[in-house]
């Protein structure tokens, strides 16, 4: 829940309190943000405007489909098996040098902290909804009981007859093996059986992002007025809209020397393995996982 806090914190935080700069009389009026414009706390009060809105239905909607397409179609990462997903992450960093290089062609052009954090938030929370991590278990309700009834199971005599018909797919039964071993060329998708348990499935997601949603409404005050959590999750994307600097305009985590030697060693790691993937034989410089176990 911690992408519905944020957003409904951006509302009404000024961006010089998310981006975590110091007061009014500290700045300097040169001061600037990612996009060239200055870190006034008057300004932009608030970034659920109609562009960052517009464009956060539109990354939400590519996070799904490269996870759905990633995921299902080529069977390759699964891109939301970790706390930062790398689809809704990905398209994010993406929009920000995208938005750095208006920033610098355009002055005033680009789009401001808050609004590219509702921009993150989006994506963040879209990623994990259509993975293997929800629809599978969706999936395997809807379609299993009946495709695995077998007379050795006796499912059509224990579970079966428990199970409403607007729950499941009942068939017919080959349309419902396609779902599991692939439809035959020239044949169309069977929309009809999938239609009424996909409705009352959905419905039922929908009804508890809604309660998620109101349950974030509920907390917020306490926890982001009084309690001030932190939220690590998006710590690294603030980091990301920082003043930048330097001759690229780099935010300071980018130019610290710190960070890169921290990064490369995982990257390192992974980059070698990745050569074994496609060269047989090629040896393993081991798991990053181990490697944490070891140095804590």
Not at 253 to 279: C, E, Q
Request: glycine letters at 8%; one cysteine or more.
């Amino acid at each position: 829940m911690a992408p519905a806090f944020f957003v409904s914190d951006l509302i009404r935080t000024p961006s010089s309190e998310i981006l975590c700069v110091p007061s009014q009389s500290a700045i300097s009026p040169q001061s600037e943000t990612l996009t060239g414009q200055s870190l006034d706390p008057d300004e932009g009060r608030t970034g659920l405007t109609f562009r960052a809105s517009l464009l956060a239905v539109a990354v939400a909607g590519l996070a799904v489909w490269w996870v759905q397409y990633a995921e299902y179609t080529i069977d390759a990462s699964r891109l939301s098996l970790s706390s930062q997903p790398i689809a809704g992450f990905g398209l994010f960093v993406f929009i920000v040098i995208i938005n750095a290089l208006v920033g610098i062609l355009w002055p005033g052009g680009g789009l401001r902290p808050p609004e590219l954090l509702v921009v993150f938030a989006a994506g963040f929370a879209a990623t994990p909804l259509t993975s293997s991590n929800l629809m599978d278990w969706i999936f395997s309700a809807v379609a299993v009981p009946f495709y695995l009834a077998t007379p050795e199971n006796r499912w059509a005599d224990l579970l079966l007859p428990h199970l409403k018909g607007w729950w499941v797919v009942e068939g017919p039964a080959t349309p419902l093996r396609w779902a599991f071993v692939g439809m035959p060329p020239g044949q169309s998708v069977p929309w009809g059986i999938w239609v009424v348990p996909l409705f009352w499935w959905s419905s039922f997601l929908a009804a508890l992002m809604v309660v998620c949603v109101s349950i974030s409404v509920f907390l917020r005050r306490q926890w982001v007025d009084h309690e001030r959590l932190v939220f690590p999750l998006v710590q690294l994307p603030t980091e990301l809209l920082e003043r930048p600097g330097g001759r690229f305009r780099m935010p300071a985590m980018l130019r610290s020397r710190i960070f890169w030697m921290g990064a490369a060693v995982p990257l390192v790691i992974i980059l070698w393995n990745v050569v074994g993937y496609f060269v047989h034989g090629f040896p393993s410089a081991g798991n990053c996982n181990e490697l944490v176990v070891v140095v804590v």
